[in-house]
């Protein structure tokens, strides 16, 4: 990976206290930090790498529990009346936002350059709508799946995203896991539904074959878009992520604006496109706009694999958090889960990724 | 290890099949063929040892699978109306003289020598009564656990031995296991707990502390009692094994009949010692008495890491058989616990225990 290099003395703020964040900022947390006064260019250490990647991986994971904390919380203060298609699309244009936000202060320090002018080719930015497309069929597909299988029996099945961005990862990326890492990986799905179960999981079994194929063509799907958006992050890693992200951003807009044509254009019409937005709405939607961010840094600094690893880990402290925040009560089966989850991430990370 | 070369070409039988085991009969499988017509002495390559390992591992795996299944079958059948002291005691009785018919053929064809001659010292038997003392008191707290605990929560807690052997093993035979291999015993617990798993589990979460500790301490004590069985067998390698096995099983035998007299006097003085055996009843003796003979061959041959994997794949393989010859249903629980042992046993065997 090729970074430019930065001078932090020349713009460290009284306001930031922790002296790992403050030499991040500006190098390349600026998505989230907003303080993107340097821009990618030339090479810093291994270190320096290591350090980013821990740090987008522990934003992404803390993101992603609080975004089920505040799932459960939205839910037990009633039910969603606002429209889920209207929360997507503001969470694209909030995405967009930030991201332009960010081109912007790049753009007063830096001046335009050819990593970061907003200004794309054709052949750059064609590959950008395919992700965003294959979550559009992913979430069409998401209503037909449940005539087969009920709501908790689907998160059951949702794990086999984790061997399916495995796959992928592997067949697209070219990259090749060790097979300790392999190991790891199927520990991983195995650990996260483990510490899914309930009693009645079982019902999943009963899953017709319909119902088993879609799952894992949804998967497939979902795995393809994950693999398929690192691809693009890393096509050109000098360029500017918030570039790359404003046109994924775009794009996203304009398929969930789609989105909300199909389903909810009457109730957008009638009700307005705000209506029943809430606190907790607002909450929710900054919190996956963030996420969101998160994902796309996760992608261009680490990949797939450290993505899934970080999303899953997420689900435990979800659970561990709710215990405190609204009495959760923890299975058996989840702490085999954690524990199996815990050995993985052990064993991935004693093991490194051949290339 | 130390063997005596052997020349099998002079005691080829028409009755036995396999090559393989053929060229096994009389080098150190004696003990279950009583064909014992070599003894230990001199050596032979890893290829050999390698050979045994695997025989008297998949032996004690068959033989413990089918005890699960010998005793589901029995319950089928109808409550237990034999005296369960006097049961064991006969399963020790059987070993003995099993071992006692190998030495009689190993004595016809090789003479008696030092390392295959029935008298011992005081300072070599001095430690054969521990193993079965401490099952004996393992026994007898067995019933005072179910104050604390049902019996399927025992099942569950019984997982515990898995990582006590791992930690004894470590501590007093002082074996190394590599970090990769600690990772695999960890999931070996987590796995089969997790495959044993039903809605009911949930209920061991509330066992009070009196019951966790009572558990570790069996888990302890019978780990304990399994290294100091290894540590017996392999303290003098080139002692013959039916020698070793026999003053084992004395002493299993004369804590048995303590049992006998404690627990079951009236009922073997009004009844009779074999009341109540049925068909079923003496096959579970003679599986067992063959799969403690099976135990002892791993101890001497291989090792209690081994023992613990055979044991735990029996418990898979059992409910696998079940579902044919009972109508078992396999769980969620089960497949994933299942794939978690599988895992296990993969990273296992691909790293080498260092020494």
Redesign the interface.
Known sequence: MEYRKIKDDEDRDADVVEADVESLRGKSLSGVSLNNKNTLGSSFGDRSKWKIKSIVTLALTLLTSSQAILIVWSKRAGKYDYSVTTANFSVEALKCALSLAALARTWRSEGVTEDNKLSTTFNEVIYYPIPAALYLVKNLLQYYIFAYVDAPGYQ?LKNFNIISTGVLYRIILKKKLS??QW?AF??LC??C??AQ?D?S??H??QTPLQGWIMAIIMALLSGFAGVYTEAIMKKRLSRNINVQNFWLYVFGMLFNAIAIVVQDFDAVMNKGFFHGYTLITTFMILNHALSGIAVSMVMKYADNIVKVYSTSVAMLLTAIVSVFLFNFHL???FF??S??VS?SV??HS?SKIQK
């Open positions: 059951i097979e300790i190991a199927i520990l195995a650990g539904t483990t179960l009693p999981s079982d999943v079994l299975s058996l089966a085999l889960g524990t199996v050995v052990y064993l004693i």
